[in-house]
Each structure stands twice: as C-alpha cells, then as structure tokens.
C-alpha cells in the first residue's frame, strides 16, 4: 500500500480546492421537502426498500468547513454495491478535475492533482493525502438515510414524515480512534417512489461537511 504523510505536497484539500469558490450552505432546524412527500411509510419498511437498492448515483455540491477554511466542490458519486465498485470526482466551479476516486472491491486508486495513489483502505488514503477524516463506507449508508451500524446508529424521525431527521453514530477512524458523526437531514424528495435527501449536515470535531444533491438514481 502507497501511503504519503500528511506534511506531503498534496496534504492539504483546501489547498488543492483553491480553484473552486466559496459556499456557505445555511443549515436548516426543521424538515423541509423539495416536493410533497407522496408516501409515508414506516421506518422499517423504508429501510427494506434502500437495502434492495444496490446501485445508486448523485450529483450536486459539498462543502468542507475545518477551522477557518471553507471551500466548496462540485460532487459526483456512483455505487455498485454488487461489486462493489464506486466512482467519485469532485471537480472546481470551472469543471476542473481536482480530485477522482476508482474503488473496485478493496483495491481504491485516489488522483489528485494529477498524481495516483494507490492502497487498499480508503479512509486512511484519504486522511494521509487530504487530511481530511471522511468515513466513506459509513457515508454511502448514511446519504441514503440508514444506518450503517444497525445495532448503535441512532435516527430520530420527522413526526409528520416518519423520515429520518438526524442520525447519530460512534466510528472509528482511519486510525481505530472512536469518533462522533451527527448528520442532519433537512430536504427531501422523491426517487423512484423512494424519498430520498437532498440536503445534509455532517459534522464530527471541527469538520463540518454540507452537502446539496441535485439529481438522484437508484436502481436495484
């Protein structure tokens, strides 16, 4: 496994996302919709119904707020949980490429800034080049408003939707170091008849990631 420090010449997203422009997504206190929520059925039910989605993809925007740098990226994920294979790219307001990721299986290859770095787990590749703590595993659950760990995760309901409002969850880092994730779910819309987020917060220590979905797919 390739592994660079974080005192190396790519350590530093901020760094490398200078090239986008600065967003400030306002975070919301209650649930709002991007269009009428159609059904309104239990959490359970819900969850059955994104665990039979294996392939899903998104676009839209992050956000990164660490200390006093804020930087803002365009965001395309695809997920082939058969697989499992993924691809993420996160590009400047230009479209500038400034950051590609291929996984297939346990085998992940990061580009940035138009070097290639190779190793087999994400999360710690990641931290090592960006300095950036981001579950990737977690997160692909937590988008779709589940839990990843099903025994400790703990989701609070909308009491008019019964759509998941916030999630909390314990995690350990690339490091094994137990770590606190709050995420908070404030628009949603529908997707194949699946309401699905558009709108997050995520936070732990003195990260805070926003994040705004434009288009969903979801297939089986």
């Known amino acids: 496994m390739t592994i660079y420090k974080a005192n190396s010449p790519v350590s530093s997203l901020f760094k490398i996302l200078s090239l986008s422009c600065f967003l400030f997504l306002t975070a ?9 929520i159609t059904t309104n059925i239990p959490a359970q039910q819900r969850f059955e119904q994104l665990n039979n989605v294996s392939l899903w ?4 925007k992050i956000a990164f707020f660490q200390g006093e740098e804020r930087e803002r990226v365009n965001l395309y994920w695809s997920m082939d949980e058969n697989i499992p294979s993924q691809q993420l790219n996160l590009s400047s307001y230009l479209g500038i490429t400034v950051l590609q990721l291929n996984s ?3 085998h992940h290859t ?5 070097k290639k770095y190779h190793g087999e787990n994400l999360d710690l590749l990641i931290e090592e080049l960006t300095g950036l703590t981001l579950p990737t595993k977690a997160l692909s659950y ?11 995760d703990f989701i ?9 409002k916030t999630l909390t969850s314990s995690l350990a880092n690339a490091y094994g170091q137990q770590q ?11 997707v194949n008849n699946i309401a699905l987020a558009t709108k997050f917060t995520i936070k732990t220590k003195n990260l805070t990631i926003k994040i705004a979905i434009d288009k969903w797919q979801v297939n089986s």
């Open 28 to 36: 919301c206190s209650t649930l709002r919709v991007d269009e009428p």
């Open 142 to 152: 937590w988008l779709k408003g589940t839990p990843y760990d099903t025994e400790h």
């Open 104 to 106: 297939e299986k346990n």
């Open 180 to 190: 606190q994730w709050h995420i908070n779910y404030s628009r949603y819309k529908m």
């Open 57 to 60: 993809k998104l676009s839209g």
């Open 156 to 164: 609070t309901y909308d009491d008019q939707t019964a759509l998941p």
């Open 110 to 114: 990061l580009k940035i800034d138009g």
